[in-house]
Every structure is written in C-alpha cells, then in structure tokens.
C-alpha cells in the first residue's frame, strides 16, 4: 500500500522556468510533509516541509503548497537552474507524541532534469 | 559541524552470511533512524533508535535488528542475508523537539549479496 505518491518518474525543465513536482497522500493522519533531493551517490538532502496546519511555506527559490482536502502537495521551484536537477523525495510524517521525530513515509521519486 | 557519517560506504556479502552497518549521528541528534532504498524506489523505514530503546519498527523480519550507544551512534545488523538484501541502506539522525520533524540523512552503504 502505497501512502505517499509521486506519479511522475521525470520531469524535464528549462533554465530559468518554474518546476512543479507534485506528490498525493492517502493517509489523512500524515500532519507534516517534508521534500528531500537526493543526488547520485548522496543520501537525501532536506529542502523544505510543512506542518498541516499551513497551506504554503516558502524559502528562497522553493515554495511547498499543500491542499488538505485533495491530500496534495507540490514543490516550486522559480526559477529552476542546472544545480537543481536531482531526484526529488516527496515524505510524510504523523505526529506520535510530543517531541517525537516519527518515522517518514517516502514516494517513489521524481527526477528532475533542468536543461540549459 | 559534521553531518550524519555511515561506515562502510559498500559492502559485498554472500547469501546466508550476517553484516553490520554503522552510523554517526549530526552533532546534538540524539535520535537515529534506518532506512532501506532499493533501485527506484523511495527510502523504507527500517526502525528507529532513542535513547538506546527501538522507538519504532517498519515492517521488516526479526533478521533486521539495531543497537544505539551512549553517544547516540548506532549500528543496523542484518542476519541470514538474502539476495532482496541488496539495496542502500541510509541513517538519519533528529533530535527531540516538539516542533521538529525533519531528518537529516547520511550518504548511505551500499550493500551488494551476492
């Protein structure tokens, strides 16, 4: 059962446009979200998240939407440079207790490839 | 500030055979968590060590089984290897905060049966 969804295995984006991956849930008890990058050979780098209670959060060139009542959320990325191409983790977590640091649920992966 | 270190970077084990992977977690992480990713897929959830204690367990067999130490380093045994074994098994480290989810991985071992 797959709770965490990224339906796009690529995505091809010229220098300068914006990127949007996109990512769905299942699992409605999931209260935080969070987007990695990963390069070859490199574990995952943590870009940004956002807690349920939000719709949008924003830093610098990324920008994460989320949308409850569709369990749906993107990652933009404006505008887009070669530096950026790397496949991008969509993860969720759900609250256990206070203070504790639950465990992710991860999709598949999309690659980004950002053209010249 | 060093960030999550793993050792070894890759490993080549034959079927049947036991391994051990380590991990050092960032500087003032006290929480570890391990993760299996296999060709093409995303990370899965092995488990998670706090405090020395395993907090949380994905669904994988009793092969799979951990250790945290004192200085919140950890380690990830894998028993009775199988040929499914292969894969890159990441550590991420957190710490304990009310406002913190995020974890912060290492660059991975990866692990060739054979």
């Known amino acids: 059962d797959q709770q965490v969804k990224q339906n796009s295995p690529s995505l091809s984006v010229q220098e300068g446009r914006i990127s949007i991956l996109n990512c769905d849930y299942t699992n409605s008890m999931f209260d935080y979200f969070l987007w990695y990058k990963k390069y070859p050979a490199e574990g995952p780098t943590f870009l940004i998240s956002?807690?349920?209670?939000?719709d949008k959060n924003e830093d610098g060139r990324f920008t994460v939407f989320l949308n409850k009542s569709a369990k749906h959320l993107s990652l933009h990325i404006v505008p887009s440079q070669p530096g950026d191409s790397a496949v991008y983790f969509c993860a969720a977590s759900r609250s256990i207790n206070t203070g504790t640091a639950s465990k992710l649920t991860f999709g598949t992966g999309t690659r980004l490839q950002v053209t010249l | 500030d060093a960030g999550v270190t793993q050792s070894p970077t890759h490993l080549i084990k034959t079927r049947g055979q036991q391994v051990t992977l380590r991990c050092s977690p960032k500087s003032g992480h006290d929480t570890v968590s391990w993760y299996q990713q296999a060709l093409g897929q995303g990370p899965q959830f092995i488990f998670q060590?706090?405090?020395?204690?395993?907090?949380q367990r994905g669904n994988f067999p009793d092969r799979f089984s951990g250790h945290q130490f004192p200085n919140y380093s950890s380690e990830l045994n894998v028993n009775a290897l199988l040929l499914g074994d292969s894969a890159l098994y990441l550590c991420?480290?957190?710490?304990?905060?009310?406002?913190?989810?995020?974890?912060?991985f290492g660059p991975g071992t990866r692990l060739t049966v054979t």
């Open positions: 991420a480290s957190s710490w304990t905060s009310e406002s913190s989810y995020e974890q912060y």
């Open positions: 956002i807690s349920s209670i939000k």
């Open positions: 060590y706090y405090e020395e204690e395993e907090r």
